[in-house]
């Protein structure tokens, strides 16, 4: 299975959920609410989950693998920082020069 697409949805600027990310596997195959999450040691991240009835939460769905799982986190990663760059450089003023003339009337 490969990873075909990956778009984030969703950046968060604060806070430790930092993105939502949707992948596609194959052109086939999506999962949606991928969680982005800096955490102590970095960025990670927290599949799709949702609360049991004692107050945990469970994943949906889940790489079985570490090496998938890890492989995985490098795509999604990946493309969560391209994104953060490109809001970043659509947000920033332009820099403008401006050309001031003007003559100092005051007497030295």
Avoid: W
């Amino acid at each position: 299975m490969v990873i075909t697409d990956v778009r984030v949805r969703k950046i968060y600027p604060t806070g430790k959920m930092r993105g939502i990310v949707s992948v596609t596997f194959d052109d086939e195959f999506v999962v949606h609410d991928i969680k982005v999450i800096e955490g102590q040691n970095g960025y990670f991240i927290a599949m799709p989950s949702r609360k049991t009835p004692d107050g945990d939460f469970k994943d949906i769905c889940h790489p079985i693998t570490s090496s998938t799982r890890k492989e995985m986190q490098g795509i999604v990663l990946e493309a969560y920082e391209k994104a953060v760059l490109e809001k970043a450089e659509e947000t920033e003023p332009e820099e403008i020069d401006l050309e001031v003339d003007f003559e100092d009337d005051s007497e030295e």
